[in-house]
Nanobody, 115 residues
Framework: QVQLVESGGGLVQAGGSLRLSCVAS????????ISWYRQAPGKQRELVAT???????TYADSMKGRFTISRDNAKNTAYLEMNSLKPEDTAVYYC?????????WGQGTQVTVSS
């Protein structure tokens, strides 16, 4: 079992920045990769970024250059640094941990970007 707790969401003006955190606990040795997803009202959940245990990162095209995923293994924490935020970035952001045969989700953290 893996438990994930997100934090760092909030209300920010367009052009501003936020850093989301995802703290993992439990069987963290089994985690293959950590991803951030987001879900806006009335829309499907979409992948934002992924970081593997080797440190490789991938991003959705619309987030490249604005968002940065990283991790601190000593703190069992993954981060999502979001810059140049736009109103269309408003969503609930979820942390996801991939284990070999399972996926685990956090409860989500709300990000609201005002114009």
């Amino acid at each position: 079992q893996v438990q994930l707790v997100e934090s760092g969401g909030g209300l920010v003006q367009a052009g501003g920045s936020l850093r989301l955190s995802c703290v993992a606990s439990g069987s963290i040795f089994s985690i293959v990769s950590i991803s951030w997803y987001r879900q806006a009202p009335g829309k499907q959940r979409e992948l934002v970024a992924t970081i593997t245990t080797s440190g490789s990162t991938t991003y959705a095209d619309s987030m490249k250059g604005r968002f940065t995923i990283s991790r601190d293994n000593a703190k069992n924490t993954a981060y999502l640094e979001m810059n140049s935020l736009k109103p269309e970035d408003t969503a609930v952001y979820y942390c996801n941990a991939k284990v070999v045969f399972k996926y685990y989700w956090g409860q989500g953290t709300q990000v609201t970007v005002s114009s």
